[in-house]
Antibody
Framework: QVQLVQSGPEVKKPGASVKVSCKAS????????FSWVRQAPGQGLEWLGW????????SYAQKFQGRVTMTTDKSTNTAYMELRSLRSDDTAVYYC???????????WGKGTTVIVSS | DIQMTQSPSSLSASVGDRVTITCRAS??????LNWYMQKPGTAPKLLIY???SLQSGVPSRFSGSRSGTDFTLTITSLQPEDFATYYC?????????FGQGTKVDIK
């Protein structure tokens, strides 16, 4: 079945970087893209950006431009999201999701908790 | 950025009730409007895409509609498993944006 398995929880110090992985199975990733969404504790959903698994094209929310990089590895069917210069307000659950035609997100990973604390 | 405003922010309902949640976009988003359901501690789940297309496996009691920049999610007969938070989301313009969520709990 189609699923996305994300890497485990992370604890980082302010100023550090985090790289979250998202391994896809059950489908051919080049037919889709990946989108990344985060949710701070008790808050709503916030979109970080997307990457086409076929072309490698990316679209990042301006808020994260310069701090985020999304990549894919077709050989391992894995997507990655790196966020740099972490701050305490980056503490959140980070979700990857399968993106369909740059329109919607139909399959989601279970989320990766990232805690930024000194 | 396109602002998505949901109403109400929360509601209490009983099993069997008809529930309507509204999402208003600050500008046109065409048909690029999706609805998700999220239960505590779990990932969001896609319910409706493209305003009114039902995602595979989602019960037919869920439906979506549009009037201009106003979008509606309707649950015709609320079931116990439907108590959750619902989010609308637009993919018309970057950044994609979500509504603030509507929490549906048990009356």
């Amino acid at each position: 079945q189609v699923q996305l398995v994300q890497s485990g929880p992370e604890v980082k110090k302010p100023g550090a970087s985090v790289k979250v992985s998202c391994k896809a199975s059950g489908y051919t990733i080049t037919g889709y893209g990946f989108s990344w969404v985060r949710q701070a504790p008790g808050q709503g959903l916030e979109w970080l950006g997307w990457i086409s698994a076929y072309t490698g094209d990316t679209s990042y929310a301006q808020k994260f431009q310069g701090r985020v990089t999304m990549t894919t590895d077709k050989s391992t069917n894995t997507a990655y999201m790196e966020l740099r210069s972490l701050r305490s307000d980056d503490t959140a659950v980070y979700y990857c999701a399968r993106m369909v035609i740059q329109d919607y997100m139909d399959v989601w990973g279970k989320g990766t908790t990232v805690i930024v604390s000194s | 950025d396109i602002q998505m405003t949901q109403s109400p922010s929360s509601l209490s309902a009983s099993v069997g009730d008809r529930v309507t949640i509204t999402c208003r976009a600050s500008q046109s988003v065409g048909t690029y409007l999706n609805w998700y359901m999220q239960k505590p501690g779990t990932a969001p789940k896609l319910l409706i895409y493209g305003v009114s297309s039902l995602q595979s496996g989602v019960p037919s009691r869920f439906s979506g509609s549009r009037s201009g920049t106003d979008f509606t999610l309707t649950i015709t007969s609320l079931q116990p498993e439907d108590f959750a938070t619902y989010y609308c989301q637009q993919s018309y313009g970057s950044p994609w944006t979500f509504g603030q969520g509507t929490k549906v709990d048990i009356k």
